[in-house]
């Protein structure tokens, strides 16, 4: 008679009857391979510990834990550092600002963005600069900063939000709980938007709409706009690269840009920094901000507006012509300073409270970082305030 029987010799299996045996309990372990270990198991090819079933990273902050396992093997130091072979060349992924240094010999964003506008503007025939990524990428700044660098490459950029085309509101569909989807594709107006783009394109002049957040209405306020040939509409929104949402376009007529906040450090060797954390954080500061959104409500609302991105967002960034990190090495610390109050609002006890308790001892690993010195066209400034653009 055994005190456990225990099937599978994978890490919980294998150690808990360790723990047992020590403890003095017999353990009966059931394994249909051949060996221990489970998925981890590693077998020695010329002197090499080769993994079976792919490379295993152990992650953890916890010292306990670190000591605890460091008993049985010796763990090698590993940095995740992915590149990309492209035309005989090694590249950085995701992309970062070694990637465009090595690809165009550039070495900041504003350079990044020159390059940008350059691209487009070598391309006569394209008329809809297409910006989309996923939630507090920073969508509305980029596109003011890459009006700038059009207009300094001889065009006359007209930028367009994509929010402006919404149905209203009582039309809005529905999500599975009943509530507003204003993720959703069905939420813009396409007919209209598809019809005002082409009637542009062909040279006609065209009011374009307003859309009125609190009165859930579009208007029209006498925006009339009228292409000629030197003219660019510059369209942000999270729908940018669905080919959907501007089916009626010509497809040489359209040059799509995909911007994301990719984190590039990590909090120390076995644990990285989520980008989803860093998106979070700046749409917290913000909202807080600009909607008098709490801490609470948007904690509450981002599992719905990640699923929102994984259904609407992320299975067309591989469409687009271009992408840009907007990420920055020190904003965390910056917005340390604004999110540390809002996350010590939400109290012990209600349903966001354990993950506000998470992102503030995340936040500890930052020194704060004023403001003052951040520039007014910063991508960060969208977040915290003070930009020189009307975001």
């Known amino acids: 008679m055994y005190d456990y029987i225990i099937v599978g010799s994978g890490l919980y299996g294998a150690i808990f009857a360790h723990e047992a045996m020590k403890a003095g309990k017999s353990c009966l372990v059931v394994e249909r391979r051949s060996h221990i270990g489970g998925n981890i198991y590693t077998k020695e090819m010329e002197g090499i510990q080769v993994h079976q079933y792919g490379a295993h990273i152990f992650h953890t902050s916890n010292k306990e834990v670190w000591?605890?396992?460091?008993?049985?093997?010796?763990?090698?130091?590993?940095?995740?550092?992915?590149?990309?072979?492209?035309?005989?060349?090694?590249?950085?992924?995701p992309f970062n600002m070694n990637t465009f240094s090595k690809m165009w010999g550039i070495r900041t964003p504003e350079e990044a963005q020159q390059k940008i506008a350059e691209q487009i503007a070598e391309r006569k025939q394209v008329k809809f600069v297409l910006i989309a990524g996923p939630s507090s990428s920073g969508k509305t700044t980029f596109c003011n900063r890459l009006s700038i660098q059009l207009s300094a490459h001889g065009l006359t950029p007209h930028p367009i939000s994509l929010d402006n085309y919404y149905v209203n509101r009582v039309d809005t569909p529905r999500d599975e709980n009943g509530d507003y989807d204003f993720e959703c594709l069905e939420a813009l107006d396409i007919e209209l938007l598809n019809r005002d783009m082409t009637a542009l394109l062909n040279?006609?002049?065209?009011?374009?709409?307003?859309?009125?957040?609190?009165?859930?209405?579009?208007?029209?306020?006498?925006?009339?706009?009228?292409?000629?040939e030197i003219d660019v509409l510059v369209l942000e929104g999270i729908h940018g690269l669905n080919e959907k949402l501007t089916w009626s376009l010509p497809s040489e007529s359209k040059f799509r840009i995909y911007i994301s906040a990719l984190t590039q450090i990590n909090v120390d060797e076995h644990n990285r920094i989520p980008t989803t954390d860093g998106r979070l954080i700046r749409r917290m500061v913000r909202d807080s901000r600009t909607r008098a959104t709490s801490a609470k409500e948007t904690i509450a609302m981002w599992p719905s507006v990640r699923r929102g991105e994984d259904r609407n967002i992320f299975p067309n960034q591989e469409k687009a012509d271009v992408m840009f990190n907007s990420a920055l090495v020190y904003e965390l610390s910056v917005l340390k300073l604004y999110a540390e109050p809002l996350l010590f609002q939400i109290e012990e006890g209600e349903p966001e409270y354990q993950e506000a308790k998470r992102l503030l001892k995340f936040l500890d690993y930052f020194v704060g970082v004023p403001i003052e010195d951040i520039p007014k066209n910063s991508i960060l400034r969208e977040f915290v305030g003070g930009s020189c653009f009307d975001v």
Do not use: H, S, W
């Open 67 to 93: 000591d605890y396992i460091g008993q049985f093997a010796t763990f090698n130091r590993y940095t995740n550092c992915p590149v990309a072979y492209y035309k005989g060349q090694m590249y950085n992924m």
């Open 203 to 228: 040279g006609e002049r065209v009011e374009l709409p307003y859309f009125n957040f609190k009165t859930g209405k579009r208007e029209y306020k006498g925006n009339f706009i009228q292409m000629k």
